[in-house]
């Protein structure tokens, strides 16, 4: 008997009609002969409404205290689907993160899974029970409820089929498949019929929210098929997976992050050492650095620029601040937005770079910052232009 995990993402379980129609997918593939594990996440914007209920009591709340508040949404979520497959008169049961034994470390709203001890839901499962579990969420070794960040429950979905040696991973969501851009924004993007973990990675790590970047990760690194698939239409979606024929396309996919900010250091002494020392401070405030871009010294003195999360920048300009008297000059811009085109080809085809700084060039768009990969190129822009962008270097590279 096959054994299939499904995730329904937020938008898929908004309001009451929608658990029903989740439910009838879930049960139609139970009745169907197999075994169903499903992963749920928060409805709707609830997350979004939790995080805004907590800064109007406290701002500064501790991020232990928003991880009980935030692990609620997703336990709104299992109760009423559950109920939905219950009148679809199939057996259920539903199960917090803990009861389904994710375990995680202790970091508070970005807590990484360290094991998920399965017994519990083996069993159920055994019984013939359709198990719906709650996304995003996890238990400490101190028995304390933790997150796995924004988009968390792809990742939930895709350590579930791990660990229970799933046949298959399906994430419903509201479009049918990883698209060459964002959908909702980008005239004629395309449905791709299947794409590289790589390259799903990048595009996910660079803006595209459709997968969480930690679940491709993941399912790399367990060699996890996923298949993602829209919740409504039911016809078959985009598979990420590794293919050691699939075609190498230049381009697979453009995207944009305006999640990020600029921080300058001006005039820091052009000596040994100074790079090595700001950023082991930001390190040690867990704080990830993008791009990085240092000028040639002159008068003894260079700038270090690079980009960080626009959530980090207060904490990395105080750090800075307190760090290093020899640095006088700090400025933060978080007006800024980083773009990126994606594609295995560009290993082996030259010209990519070029194209794309035309295709910006054509809209008269400035770059400030430019970084690439073997996969990938990013470019840091206004923010204000991300959108015309995307639509013209999408254009370039993948227009009819
Ligand atoms: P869910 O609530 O199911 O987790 P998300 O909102 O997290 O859904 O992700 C789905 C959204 O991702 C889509 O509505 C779409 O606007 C956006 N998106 C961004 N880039 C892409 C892309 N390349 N392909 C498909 N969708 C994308
Ligand atoms: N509910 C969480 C969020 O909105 C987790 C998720 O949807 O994956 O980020
Ligand atoms: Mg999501």
Redesign the pocket.
């Known amino acids: 008997m096959s054994l299939i995990v499904k995730k329904?993402?937020?938008?898929?379980v908004a309001d009451a009609g929608k658990f029903l129609s989740v439910a009838k997918i879930v049960a139609d593939c139970y009745r169907g002969g197999c075994d169903v594990a499903v992963v749920v996440?928060a409805p709707g914007d609830t997350t979004d409404d939790l995080l805004e209920r907590a800064a109007e009591v406290n701002p500064k709340a501790s991020r232990r205290e928003m991880d009980v508040l935030l692990t609620t949404g997703e336990q709104m979520s299992i109760a009423l689907l559950a109920m939905a497959i219950e009148k679809e008169g199939c057996p259920v049961i539903s199960l917090l993160g803990w009861q389904a034994g994710f375990q995680t470390d202790s970091n508070y709203g970005a807590a990484r899974i360290k094991k998920i001890d399965a017994d519990r839901l083996r069993a159920e499962l055994d019984k013939r029970n359709i198990v719906v579990v709650a996304g995003f969420q996890g238990l400490n070794k101190y028995d304390d409820l933790t997150t796995f960040g924004r988009?968390g429950?792809?990742t939930s979905a895709v350590a579930l089929a791990a660990a229970l040696n799933a046949d298959r991973c399906q994430?419903?969501?509201?479009?049918d498949?990883?698209?060459?851009?964002?959908?909702?924004?980008v005239k004629n993007?395309k449905k791709l019929d299947e794409i590289t973990y790589d390259e799903m990675l990048e595009?996910a790590t660079l803006?595209?929210?459709?997968l969480n970047n930690r679940s491709v990760e993941m399912a790399k690194k367990y060699n996890i098929e996923i298949e993602v698939l829209s919740s409504v239409t039911g016809a078959p979606g985009t598979l990420v997976r590794e293919v050691a024929n699939m075609e190498k396309m230049l381009v697979r996919?453009v995207?944009k992050d305006v999640n990020c900010a600029r921080i300058t250091l001006i005039e820091v002494p052009d000596v040994p050492g100074i790079a090595f020392k700001v950023f082991s401070r930001l390190a040690a405030k867990k704080i990830n650095v993008d791009i990085i871009l240092q000028s040639i010294g002159r008068n003894n003195t260079k700038d270090i620029a690079f980009t960080i999360s626009k959530e980090n920048a207060e904490t990395a300009v105080n750090t800075l601040k307190e760090s290093f008297e020899e640095i006088k000059n700090i400025k933060c811009d978080d007006n800024i937005a980083k773009v990126s085109v994606v594609g295995a080809g560009m290993e082996t085809h030259p010209g990519a770079a070029a194209k794309m700084f035309e295709a910006l060039y054509d809209q008269n768009i400035n770059i400030q910052m430019i970084s690439t990969s073997e996969i990938k190129i990013s470019v840091l822009i206004d923010a204000g232009d991300a959108d015309k962008a995307v639509q013209s270097i999408h254009d370039k590279f993948l227009g009819d």
Do not use: C, E
């Open positions: 329904f993402g937020g938008s898929s996440s988009g429950s792809d994430i419903y969501t509201d479009v498949g990883v698209y060459t851009a964002d959908p909702r924004k993007a595009l803006g595209a929210q459709v996919g995207t």
